[in-house]
Structure formats: structure tokens, C-alpha cells
Nanobody
Framework: QVQLEESGGGSVLPGGSLRLSCAASGRTIRGYPMGWFRRAPGKEREFVAAIHWGGVSRKYFDSVKGRFTISRDDPKSTVYLQMNALQPADTAVYYC???????????????????WGQGTQVTVSS
């Protein structure tokens, strides 16, 4: 099991940027796909972005494509989510998640992730 801790959230104006970090401990993230999900007030949790265990491919939720970038630094056991051109609709608690299977496939489904952080709040408002 891996412990995940998100940081980097905050309040920004529309059009602003934030970079979220997800620091892992207890076990390496090397070899595991990693993902970011979010839950907005009154809404279901939704997929945001995921990165292949080898970093060779990524997937994004349609509404964040071209604005968000997921990356990973395995020696630092850290995953990042660079968020640009933020919109009020991006307001949510953002969660980092580690894939369930070593060398698992890249997934947009929450059930394929079994270790989750506590989340970090992102608020986009004027």
C-alpha cells in the first residue's frame, strides 16, 4: 500500500494556473499507473487525468485537454498536475490515486485505483 499526499491547491482567478503535487510514501510508484480525479460540490467524482506507469502515454477528461498536463517523477515518488487556463467549472477537491496493478493499463475508471490521497481544494472564482 502507498500513502499519497496532495498539495498545491488554492484559490485562483479564472484564467490562472496551479500545479498540484502528489507525494507518495510507503511504497514506490514506479511501475504503477497514476491518476487524478476530482469531486465538485454536489457532483460525483470524475476522472481528470492519468499517466502510464512508464510515462509513455496519458489520458485526459475532455474538458481539461489542452489545459491540464499530468507528469511523474518516479525517483521523487511524485506525480504532478499542471493546470492552466483554470475555469470556475474546475472548482473541486482534487485527489491523487495509484493504480491497483503493477504494470497495469492506463485507466480512467476509479475502480482501477486502490490508493487515494485526502485531496486538495481548488477554487476558481472571480
Amino acid at each position: 500500500q502507498v500513502q499519497l499526499e496532495e498539495s498545491g491547491g488554492g484559490s485562483v482567478l479564472p484564467g490562472g494556473s496551479l500545479r498540484l503535487s502528489c507525494a507518495a510514501s510507503g511504497r514506490t510508484i514506479r511501475g504503477y499507473p497514476m491518476g487524478w480525479f476530482r469531486r465538485a460540490p454536489g457532483k460525483e467524482r470524475e476522472f481528470v487525468a492519468a499517466i502510464h506507469w512508464g510515462g509513455v502515454s496519458r489520458k485526459y477528461f475532455d474538458s481539461v485537454k489542452g489545459r491540464f498536463t499530468i507528469s511523474r517523477d518516479d525517483p521523487k515518488s511524485t506525480v504532478y498536475l499542471q493546470m492552466n487556463a483554470l475555469q470556475p467549472a474546475d472548482t473541486a477537491v482534487y485527489y491523487c490515486a495509484a493504480g491497483r496493478a503493477l504494470y497495469g493499463s492506463l485507466s480512467t475508471t476509479a475502480d482501477d485505483y486502490n490508493d487515494w490521497g485526502q485531496g486538495t481544494q481548488v477554487t476558481v472564482s472571480s
